[in-house]
């Protein structure tokens, strides 16, 4: 992708926000990340919108909140991977020259869907037996009898990103205390092996990242380094023998070795160059697979590399900075867009006590349910 | 356990059988690619491998191997079975014709194991308004295999 940045990023803390509007929270994240882009909603030529659990029409709505100037509106819904989908349209809009400035923005309330039951669940449907708990609990298993993978490796990767969280100001989950894998492991069971504290809260939110031309960014902000997005994918399933077309919540794992491959090339980078990564962490035995299907470490080398530590604050190759969907929070729509914030930040030098020391590119990869995946590769200048 | 008197219904038709014998366990409906080969279930048009429109719809015997498992400490949605209210067992189990089917399993963490042959059959969630037992398709390990 050519001469497209992130002009400006801005969040609504991630929580349980029962008496905040999606308008709040969207205007709110909006305005940060116009502030940060040094811009104003005027210089705003299209926006991309995502939610999830919200009815039609409230990111037409929410976009009201910055003012009414026109400008075209595009809802973008992809399941979890929506505020990545919002944001790789907006690069591609950028990247053919239809717009120097775009505003993606996604928001979500995870709350009132839990209380109103109205995410499409009903007893009626064949599906609806199965919790995305369970399907990831299926994953882990497997990969206990062919790897050998044990629960405390699950466990230390949860631990991790509390911690990691603990740093993150706009994380849903910010434990006071240190974090232990003990901890983790004692949490209520949820689908065994994995626990509560392996898995991503329930939670609500808003993302906002600022995407425009990249001389813009020299322009607008001359005091900090151009954050370029120079590779984007978005992939559906390829079939493979033993595809589940009922009950899955993600497809085979060659969809992100498939995605992934397409970023490398296009931004002529290899998982050997990446700085730092943001993946969907949904449930911790996710990460552990993506290690490998991102090529951070060679297929059977996750659970030695976990045990080395590769993968924290300080390690060979950081992953889930911010805390990841475990503890930064998984809303839905908004989603994508904290990875592209904290990516973001990190590659500007401005991540606080969880900066990756002298970050110049970062990943960002997200599953969609349905599935897809969608990636993402930051560069500093 | 429902009584065999009482007529069972799919949770969800067209994709498993409800025998009227309750004794005769379920067979999936499938669907094959005439031009690949391939095995699809649930059933449909398009064979989702080789593009195909030549496809033929059968029912295949319930019967599989345990590819994973876990045991989920929630009460099955939908079910008002007391047997459910504790958590249940799910599994994905590959048909010998190559399906692999996710579903809830019978019995306890300690029972299964990856590898082991499994035994589709019907289970009730509830009654319908109607009086009907609504079933799902569950699999048990099969006994004389462990």
Same mark, same amino acid.
């Not at chain 1, 039609?56 to 009414?68: D, N, S, Y």
């Not at chain 2, 366990?25 to 095995?39: A, I, M, N, Q, Y």
């Given at each position: 992708?050519?001469?497209?940045?992130?002009?400006?990023?801005?969040?609504?803390?991630?929580?349980?926000?029962?008496?905040?509007?999606?308008?709040?929270?969207?205007?709110?994240?909006?305005?940060?990340?116009?502030?940060?882009?040094?811009?104003?909603?005027?210089?705003?030529?299209?926006?991309?919108?995502?939610?999830?659990?919200?009815?039609?029409?409230?990111?037409?709505?929410?976009?009201?909140?910055?003012?009414?100037?026109?400008?075209?509106?595009?809802?973008?819904?992809?399941?979890?991977?929506?505020?990545?989908?919002?944001?790789?349209?907006?690069?591609?809009?950028?990247?053919?020259?239809?717009?120097?400035?775009?505003?993606?923005?996604?928001?979500?309330?995870?709350?009132?869907?839990?209380?109103?039951?109205?995410?499409?669940?009903?007893?009626?449907?064949?599906?609806?037996?199965?919790?995305?708990?369970?399907?990831?609990?299926?994953?882990?298993?497997?990969?206990?009898?062919?790897?050998?993978?044990?629960?405390?490796?699950?466990?230390?990767?949860?631990?991790?990103?509390?911690?990691?969280?603990?740093?993150?100001?706009?994380?849903?989950?910010?434990?006071?205390?240190?974090?232990?894998?003990?901890?983790?492991?004692?949490?209520?069971?949820?689908?065994?092996?994995?626990?509560?504290?392996?898995?991503?809260?329930?939670?609500?939110?808003?993302?906002?990242?600022?995407?425009?031309?990249?001389?813009?960014?020299?322009?607008?902000?001359?005091?900090?380094?151009?954050?370029?997005?120079?590779?984007?994918?978005?992939?559906?399933?390829?079939?493979?023998?033993?595809?589940?077309?009922?009950?899955?919540?993600?497809?085979?794992?060659?969809?992100? $070795?498939?995605?992934?491959?397409?970023?490398?090339?296009?931004?002529?980078?290899?998982?050997?160059?990446?700085?730092?990564?943001?993946?969907?962490?949904?449930?911790?035995?996710?990460?552990?697979?993506?290690?490998?299907?991102?090529?951070?470490?060679?297929?059977?080398?996750?659970?030695?590399?976990?045990?080395?530590?590769?993968?924290?604050?300080?390690?060979?190759?950081?992953?889930?900075?911010?805390?990841?969907?475990?503890?930064?929070?998984?809303?839905?729509?908004?989603?994508?867009?904290?990875? $592209?914030?904290?990516?973001?930040?990190?590659?500007?030098?401005?991540?606080?006590?969880?900066?990756?020391?002298?970050?110049?590119?970062?990943?960002?990869?997200?599953?969609?349910?349905?599935?897809?995946?969608?990636?993402? $590769?930051?560069?500093?200048? | 356990?429902?009584?065999?008197?009482?007529?069972?219904?799919?949770?969800?038709? %067209?994709?498993?059988?409800?025998?009227?014998?309750?004794?005769?366990?379920?067979?999936?409906?499938?669907?094959?690619?005439?031009?690949?080969?391939?095995?699809?279930?649930?059933?449909?048009?398009?064979?989702?491998?080789?593009?195909?429109?030549?496809?033929?719809?059968?029912?295949?015997?319930?019967?599989?191997?345990?590819?994973?498992?876990?045991?989920?400490?929630?009460?099955?949605?939908?079910?008002?079975?007391?047997?459910?209210?504790?958590?249940? %067992?799910?599994?994905?189990?590959?048909?010998?014709?190559?399906?692999?089917?996710?579903?809830?399993?019978?019995?306890?963490?300690?029972?299964?194991?990856?590898?082991?042959?499994?035994?589709?059959?019907?289970?009730?969630?509830?009654?319908?308004?109607? %009086?009907?037992?609504?079933?799902?398709?569950?699999?048990?390990?099969?006994?004389?295999?462990?």
């Amino acid at each position: 992708m050519k001469d497209v940045a992130v002009l400006g990023v801005g969040m609504y803390r991630f929580g349980t926000w029962y008496d905040v509007s999606n308008a709040t929270m969207g205007r709110e994240a909006g305005m940060a990340a116009l502030r940060d882009a040094g811009l104003s909603f005027r210089d705003v030529q299209a926006a991309y919108v995502g939610h999830i659990f919200a009815p039609v029409m409230t990111g037409v709505r929410v976009m009201k909140e910055f003012g009414l100037t026109g400008i075209p509106v595009q809802h973008v819904e992809n399941a979890s991977a929506t505020g990545s989908a919002a944001f790789r349209e907006a690069c591609l809009a950028v990247a053919a020259g239809h717009y120097d400035v775009v505003m993606v923005l996604g928001f979500d309330k995870m709350t009132q869907m839990i209380q109103q039951s109205s995410a499409g669940t009903s007893a009626e449907n064949l599906e609806d037996a199965i919790l995305p708990a369970a399907f990831f609990a299926l994953w882990a298993t497997r990969r206990m009898h062919e790897r050998g993978m044990r629960a405390e490796h699950l466990a230390s990767i949860a631990a991790k990103n509390f911690n990691n969280g603990a740093l993150n100001p706009m994380s849903q989950r910010q434990p006071d205390k240190h974090i232990t894998a003990e901890k983790v492991l004692g949490a209520r069971m949820v689908a065994w092996p994995l626990t509560t504290m392996m898995s991503c809260p329930i939670g609500d939110g808003a993302a906002c990242a600022i995407v425009g031309r990249a001389d813009l960014a020299k322009k607008l902000r001359p005091d900090r380094p151009i954050v370029r997005v120079t590779a984007s994918s978005l992939q559906s399933e390829r079939y493979v023998p033993g595809h589940l077309f009922v009950g899955p919540v993600v497809g085979p794992a060659q969809m992100t $070795i498939d995605t992934s491959k397409v970023v490398y090339e296009e931004a002529g980078v290899g998982p050997q160059d990446i700085d730092l990564v943001q993946v969907h962490d949904a449930f911790a035995i996710e990460e552990l697979e993506y290690y490998e299907l991102l090529g951070l470490c060679k297929p059977g080398e996750a659970e030695g590399c976990i045990e080395r530590g590769d993968f924290e604050l300080g390690g060979r190759v950081p992953v889930s900075t911010d805390g990841g969907l475990i503890a930064r929070g998984h809303p839905g729509g908004p989603t994508g867009l904290a990875q $592209i914030w904290e990516t973001t930040l990190q590659l500007r030098g401005e991540a606080g006590k969880r900066q990756v020391e002298d970050a110049k590119i970062g990943l960002c990869h997200m599953m969609g349910g349905g599935s897809v995946c969608a990636i993402h $590769i930051l560069e500093r200048d | 356990m429902s009584t065999a008197t009482r007529t069972r219904v799919p949770i969800k038709a %067209g994709f498993f059988s409800v025998p009227d014998d309750p004794t005769t366990p379920p067979k999936f409906l499938v669907t094959r690619c005439d031009s690949c080969g391939e095995h699809f279930w649930p059933r449909r048009t398009i064979c989702a491998r080789c593009l195909s429109e030549q496809t033929s719809d059968l029912e295949v015997d319930g019967r599989g191997t345990l590819y994973s498992y876990t045991f989920v400490h929630f009460p099955l949605f939908g079910s008002m079975n007391v047997e459910h209210m504790e958590g249940y %067992g799910v599994g994905q189990v590959d048909l010998p014709q190559g399906p692999r089917i996710q579903a809830p399993l019978a019995g306890k963490q300690g029972d299964f194991r990856i590898g082991q042959q499994m035994q589709a059959e019907l289970d009730t969630l509830r009654q319908n308004d109607s %009086g009907h037992d609504v079933v799902i398709v569950r699999f048990r390990p099969i006994e004389e295999q462990s």
